[in-house]
Nanobody, 124 residues
Framework: QVQLVESGGGLVQAGGSLRLSCAAS????????MGWFRQAPGKEREFVTA????????YYADSVKGRFTISRGNAEKTVNLQMNSLKPEDTAVYYC?????????????????WGQGTQVTVSS
């Protein structure tokens, strides 16, 4: 079993920045992809970004490209999400995810493990 723990959410004004972090613990594995989804009130959960651990290839939703950056943390199975130029429409609960293997996927059901979520609120 794998546990994902997110940190770093909060309230920020439009144009500001926030940094989210996620650490995975539990079962070990050699090949995996980590990433972030988000869910705004009244909307479906949507893909934000993903990083393939080996190699470090990254993928982004068009809505965050150029503003958000996902990176590997110093420890294995940790990722950071730097969010700049935040907009009110970025307001959502952000979930850290992990899937086995070295391919990314934008579908929610492609990910094996999910964190509890952390709230990000951007005021206008």
């Amino acid at each position: 079993q794998v546990q994902l723990v997110e940190s770093g959410g909060g309230l920020v004004q439009a144009g500001g920045s926030l940094r989210l972090s996620c650490a995975a613990s539990g079962r070990t594995f050699s090949s995996y992809t980590m990433g972030w989804f988000r869910q705004a009130p009244g909307k479906e959960r949507e893909f934000v970004t993903a990083i393939v651990w080996s190699g470090g290839n990254t993928y982004y939703a068009d809505s965050v490209k150029g503003r958000f950056t996902i990176s590997r943390g110093n420890a294995e199975k940790t990722v950071n999400l730097q969010m700049n130029s935040l907009k009110p429409e970025d307001t959502a609960v952000y979930y850290c995810v992990l899937r086995y293997g070295s391919t990314w996927n934008w579908r929610t059901n492609a990910y094996d493990y999910w964190g509890q979520g952390t709230q990000v609120t951007v005021s206008s």
